[in-house]
């Protein structure tokens, strides 16, 4: 009976030292490397690593554009500081990384039928010649299609017969196209009706997102690929 007193203390001691390993490991203690805890409680929608990326398709689009169609992608200029972007089938046809575009209007021709770039240029209608966009768009084939993207001013420079040639290409927008408007517009050579394709925003010093410019403004979709060009 007298070793009952003694034993007791042991057992405890023992009870301890045990609670004591068996919380140093799931608590993943001083050394252990171990947050056994966290692991036991964190569930894979909770897991960074676990979670499913939203998937991108051609462009970036959220999702695929059906057979015989084309994705793009366009954002027009931000104000004079961060230039265009025109993606077609995942090229990049005009943009600051491939130092192909430039103050005014940035134009990228497209056969209607293959889906391949045809020219891309950059005309400045601020201080340059709008012959030279006369002379880009007057000749075009039947089918070919028209990607423009705005950057700063896209209008300065334009007269009747170049606002003419883009209401003939399914703008609806070039007639009231102005000083630092953006814009953005996919047309098409032939094109019988107005373009679905197309986003204005006038230059408003109420309105502007950025000193003395509108938003830049984004655009994708599926355009339906021509069956003949001419």
């Not at 050394?31 to 960074?48: A, D, K, M, Y």
């Not at 430039?102 to 005309?123: K, Q």
Request: aromatic share 8%.
């Amino acid at each position: 009976m007298r070793l009952a007193g003694p034993l007791r203390i042991v057992a405890l001691v023992v009870t301890v030292g045990l609670t004591w390993i068996v919380a140093s490991i799931l608590l993943g203690g001083p050394g252990s490397g171990f947050p056994r805890i966290q692991q036991l409680f964190t569930s894979p929608e909770n897991s960074v690593t676990a979670e499913p990326r939203a998937r991108k398709y051609k462009c970036g689009l959220p999702q695929p554009c059906p057979e015989e169609h084309l994705a793009f992608r366009m954002v027009s200029g931000a104000a004079n500081v961060i230039g265009p972007k025109i993606c077609l089938e995942d090229k990049m046809l005009m943009s600051s990384v491939k130092d192909n575009v430039g103050r005014g209007l940035n134009i990228a021709l497209v056969n209607g039928v293959s889906g391949e770039l045809i020219e891309a240029r950059a005309f400045d209608m601020w201080a340059g010649d709008v012959n030279e966009l006369l002379k880009f768009i007057r000749p075009l084939h039947e089918g070919t299609l028209v990607f423009v993207a705005s950057y700063d001013d896209p209008a300065t420079k334009m007269n009747e017969e170049t606002r003419k040639l883009f209401s003939d290409l399914g703008s609806k927008n070039v007639k009231d196209l102005a000083f630092r408007d953006s814009w953005v517009f996919v047309g098409a050579k032939g094109v019988q009706n107005k373009s679905p394709f197309e986003q204005h925003v006038k230059n408003s010093r109420h309105t502007n997102k950025y000193e003395g410019w509108p938003e830049a403004l984004e655009m994708e979709g599926c355009i339906p690929r021509r069956t003949t060009a001419s």
